[in-house]
């Protein structure tokens, strides 16, 4: 593998951003320490980053998969992997920074809006959300702010917007950076309440990501171990894997 080596650097008042090449990968990397997005330089089907695999872990259940919301697009890694595995897909990627969205369609592959389903938008999530009424099978929400996860996005006003915008049988994903258990307790109780069907935990040993999936229409079946077979083949991601890292939590008492 030829030596990493860093493409492009940003820096101005709180902003810091790299992107790195290291053989077949390109990374985007936040304030030295946060991997925001990696992508396969050469193979838009594969997605390298097991971050980003285990945030796409409903998939396991073979939803219906029309249109997908991403609250924070990063390099767009999701949404270029998407375009690849599933074209037919149509997807918002919602971005706040002028400067990361110009990032994603120059240095990974952002899918383009004349040759795709996708549209990249420079807004608030939250002005998103309350001012556009497309429903989506798929929301999924990664954003930090001071290397953590912002208070508003686990408030009962943020997930209920979030609830309001899935299509019957949707799911939002929410990528949660917390610190502690407190912490992590309090978010997953707002989620519970909002989402009074339960929710299913992905949790990975080498990561401190906490990776939270609530569905509108409550907790699906588990799948047996042959069609989790069968949809990683599909989807080229480990299911199996990444179901003995579930947990489920049943619907509030």
Do not use: K
């Not at 389903?117 to 497309?134: F, P």
């Not at 080498?206 to 599909?234: C, I, K, S, W, Y």
Request: glycine share 6%; proline share 6%; aromatic share 6%.
């Amino acid at each position: 593998m030829s030596p990493a080596r860093c493409i492009y650097r940003e820096e101005h008042d709180d902003t810091h951003l790299e992107i790195w090449d290291e053989g077949d990968l390109r990374s985007l990397w936040f304030d030295d320490v946060i991997l925001q997005s990696q992508i396969h330089r050469h193979d838009p089907a594969i997605l390298p980053n097991p971050v980003n695999r285990a945030m796409l872990a409903h998939l396991m259940f073979g939803p219906s998969l029309n249109r997908v919301m991403l609250a924070g697009c990063g390099g767009g890694a999701i949404a270029r992997w998407l375009h690849a595995r599933a074209p037919d897909v149509s997807g918002d990627a919602v971005e706040l920074s002028r400067t990361v969205a110009r990032l994603a369609r120059e240095y990974f592959d952002f899918p383009p809006p004349d040759d795709s389903n996708w549209r990249l938008l420079i807004n608030d999530v939250r002005e998103h959300l309350l001012n556009h009424d497309a429903h989506y099978d798929l929301i999924l929400v990664d954003l930090e702010e001071n290397q953590g996860t912002p208070s508003w996005l686990t408030s009962s006003a943020f997930l209920d917007s979030c609830r309001n915008r899935l299509s019957p049988g949707g799911t939002l994903t929410l990528n949660l950076i917390v610190s502690g258990q407190a912490q992590a307790s309090e978010a997953l109780l707002m989620v519970r309440r909002v989402f009074e069907g339960g929710i299913l935990l992905v949790t990975d040993p080498n990561h401190d990501n906490l990776l939270v999936m609530a569905f509108a229409d409550g907790l699906p079946q588990p799948p047996d171990n042959q069609r989790l077979t069968e949809l990683g083949r599909l989807w080229g991601i480990d299911f199996r894997t990444l179901a003995a890292q579930a947990r489920r939590l049943e619907a509030t008492p």
